[in-house]
C-alpha cells in the first residue's frame, strides 16, 4: 500500500486514528502488565494455585506493599490455620548481575503454609537460627554452584540499606527440594527480619 495514501486517510478521520492508536497502546500496556506479573511469581517460586491458601494482594497493584500488622489481622480470623508473607527483593547477582529469585519470608509461617517445600530437619533448624542465612531450592543451587555454607552476595533493585549501600550478602544454610509445582526449587529464601531491618524505606510493609 502506498505510504501517501494511508497518511491520506489518516488525515481524513484523526479522531478515528487517534482512538486507533490509543487502543492498541492501551492493549499493549496491559499485555505488559500480564507477562511481568507472570514474571513475578514464577521467578519468585511460588504459585498463586492451591484451594486451601489463599494470596492476599493490594487492591490497587500487586506491586503496592501491604502493612505488616495486616498479617495480624488475617492470623487471627476464625478460619486461618496460619498467616505468612513474602516481599519480592529484586535481586541480582553482585558479580555477574544475573538475576536471583530471592523471596523475603516469614519462615516458620512461610515453611508450614507450604509443606512442599521439603528441607532436612537439621538444615531448616540452622536457617531458622540465622537471621542472615538463606534456604535455596535444588534448582538454584545447581544453576549458581552453590553449597551449604557458601556466601550470595546480591544487589537488590528495590531496596537500599539504611547505610546507604547497595551490597547485601547471605549465607546458604540449607537446600530445599519441591514436591510439588506450587513451590519451584529456583527460589531462594531468606529471613524478612533480615531485609526489613536492614533496609532504609518501607519498613513493616510486606508483599511489594
Not at 41 to 46: P, T
Not at 100 to 127: C, D, F, G, M, T
Amino acid at each position: 500500500m502506498n505510504i501517501q495514501y494511508v497518511f491520506a486517510l489518516v488525515r481524513e478521520n484523526v479522531v478515528r486514528s487517534m482512538l486507533t492508536m490509543f487502543t492498541v497502546a492501551v492493549a499493549f500496556c496491559l499485555w505488559v502488565l500480564i507477562v511481568s506479573l507472570g514474571n513475578a511469581i514464577r521467578n519468585g517460586g511460588v504459585s498463586l494455585d492451591g484451594a486451601d491458601r489463599v494470596i492476599v494482594l493490594h487492591k490497587a497493584s500487586y506491586s503496592q506493599p501491604l502493612p505488616l500488622a495486616y498479617v495480624a489481622k488475617i492470623a487471627n480470623h476464625e478460619n486461618t490455620v496460619v498467616a505468612g508473607h513474602a516481599t519480592g527483593v529484586g535481586a541480582s547477582h553482585a558479580e555477574s548481575l544475573d538475576s536471583l529469585p530471592i523471596v523475603a519470608i516469614s519462615a516458620r509461617e512461610y515453611i508450614q503454609a507450604y509443606p512442599e517445600i521439603l528441607v532436612e530437619n537439621k538444615s531448616l533448624r540452622a536457617w531458622l537460627k540465622n537471621k542472615e542465612g538463606a534456604l535455596i531450592g535444588r534448582e538454584a543451587a545447581l544453576r549458581l554452584g552453590l553449597k551449604v555454607g557458601d556466601t550470595i552476595p546480591f544487589r537488590s533493585s528495590l531496596w537500599r540499606r539504611a547505610d546507604g549501600d547497595n551490597n547485601w550478602k547471605v549465607s546458604v544454610m540449607g537446600i530445599f527440594d519441591s514436591s510439588a509445582k506450587e513451590v519451584q526449587s529456583n527460589a531462594i529464601f531468606i529471613h524478612y527480619d533480615f531485609l526489613n531491618d536492614s533496609r532504609i524505606s518501607q519498613k513493616t510493609t510486606v508483599g511489594a
